[in-house]
T-cell receptor, first 116, second 110 residues
Framework: DGGITQSPKYLFRKEGQNVTLSCEQN?????MYWYRQDPGQGLRLIYY???????QKGDIAEGYSVSREKKESFPLTVTSAQKNPTAFYLC???????????????FGDGTRLSIL | DQQVKQNSPSLSVQEGRISILNCDYT??????FLWYKKYPAEGPTFLIS?????DKNEDGRFTVFLNKSAKHLSLHIVPSQPGDSAVYFC?????????FGKGTRLSVIA
């Protein structure tokens, strides 16, 4: 059964520590995305990747880093430079632009990151 | 600046009645629009979409209307059911990756 797996579901970080959130998909999608959701806010784009070994910054990339070494994997690292990392993080994937592929983005179930 | 706006943070509707959720956008380059439904602590799930070449798309109880001249779209749910209670996000795509609104929390009261 194809889908997107995010792990862990809950993650705690100490001040000054980097943490990496995992995102794996077996949908054979080319594009992958990372979003952040804060209470009362929509989903804001952190980074996206349209093809392996390539990625672009989204609207709020500062304090985050990504890699895309494999088609199915798009890990997100929240660095110590991110001053307000407490949020719900969502990973998504798609065949590409929805207007071309007529396929929407599919989302994982998210990782909630909290600061200790 | 918000390119996709959902001006109603919440909406309450009686079971069996129509729910109308609204969304406005500012970027004239958007050419594809989607609605997602989200439950707490879960990822959004896709509901329905519409291309800018259409003004209406229907899927069962869900209909999306697009008014390009007004840069406005709406989602109609008829009849509303208690299981429809969730946060609904409007999203738009064009010359940028998907841009999401802040969401509208729909409560369907039995």
């Amino acid at each position: 059964d194809g889908g997107i797996t995010q792990s862990p579901k809950y993650l705690f970080r100490k001040e000054g520590q980097n943490v990496t959130l995992s995102c794996e998909q077996n949908l054979n999608h080319d594009a992958m995305y990372w979003y952040r959701q804060d209470p009362g806010q929509g989903l804001r784009l952190i980074y996206y990747s349209q093809i392996v070994n390539d990625f672009q910054k989204g609207d709020i990339a500062e304090g985050y880093s990504v890699s895309r070494e494999k088609k199915e994997s798009f890990p997100l690292t929240v660095t110590s430079a991110q001053k307000n990392p407490t949020a719900f993080y969502l990973c998504a994937s798609s065949m590409g632009q929805a207007v071309i592929s007529n396929q929407p983005q599919h989302f994982g179930d998210g990782t909630r990151l909290s600061i200790l | 600046d918000q390119q996709v706006k959902q001006n109603s943070p919440s909406l309450s509707v009686q079971e069996g009645r129509i729910s109308i959720l609204n969304c406005d956008y500012t970027n004239s380059m958007f050419d594809y629009f989607l609605w997602y439904k989200k439950y707490p602590a879960e990822g959004p799930t896709f509901l329905i979409s519409i291309s800018s070449i259409k003004d209406k798309n229907e899927d069962g109880r869900f209909t999306v209307f697009l008014n390009k001249s007004a840069k406005h779209l709406s989602l109609h749910i008829v009849p509303s059911q208690p299981g429809d209670s969730a946060v609904y996000f409007c999203a738009a795509e064009g010359n940028t990756p998907l841009v999401f609104g802040k969401g509208t929390r729909l409560s369907v009261i039995a």
